[in-house]
């Protein structure tokens, strides 16, 4: 049997060794197209991306960003070069990310998760990925933009 994603991460992140232990990021799709779209918006964000040996993301990430890429092309509030140079630096910062699947497990927490606050679904699946990396990465943190989603992080 093929050892899934979430074995390939402990492996690598064996070889890491202490330093993720301080400085390993769980990334929420919406704070880091911000940080790409709005340059100079975030700058917190932009820096935390910038910096951390150890990033973390679910693979919803990749299809969230991608798709408000799409809706900002329809909405014509973006031109296509600064869409162009933002698909590539979304790419660059995801290339750079350790990604959790939508397993079993994450989809079951969501289910669970922080059940005394208002959660939209996609944000209940990152909040169950990040709670269930945290389980096993001490020391994860998780940057946000959202206020919502660090009131259930605080639930929970």
């Known amino acids: 049997m093929q050892p899934g994603p979430q074995t390939l991460f402990w492996a690598r992140f064996a070889a890491i060794g202490d330093v993720c232990m301080s400085a390993c990021l769980y990334l929420y799709t919406s704070a880091v197209v911000r940080a790409v779209l709005e340059n100079g918006t975030s700058p917190e964000v932009e820096e935390l991306i910038a910096a951390p040996p150890a990033l973390i993301t679910s693979r919803l990430s990749l299809v969230e960003s991608s798709r408000a890429l799409h809706r900002l092309r329809q909405l014509g509030q973006v031109s296509e070069a600064k869409l162009a140079d933002a698909q590539r630096e979304l790419s660059a ?61 605080e639930a929970v």
Do not use: M, N
Not at 96 to 120: D, F, H, N
Not at 122 to 128: P, R
Not at 133 to 140: C, D, M, N
């Open 93 to 153: 910062v995801w290339t750079r990310c350790e990604l959790w699947e939508l397993t079993p497990s994450v989809c079951e927490r969501a289910r669970q998760v922080a059940p005394g606050k208002s959660l939209q679904t996609l944000d209940a699946l990152h909040l169950a990925t990040f709670v269930l990396a945290r389980e096993k990465i001490e020391g994860l943190e998780l940057v946000t933009v959202d206020e919502r989603l660090q009131a259930a992080l």
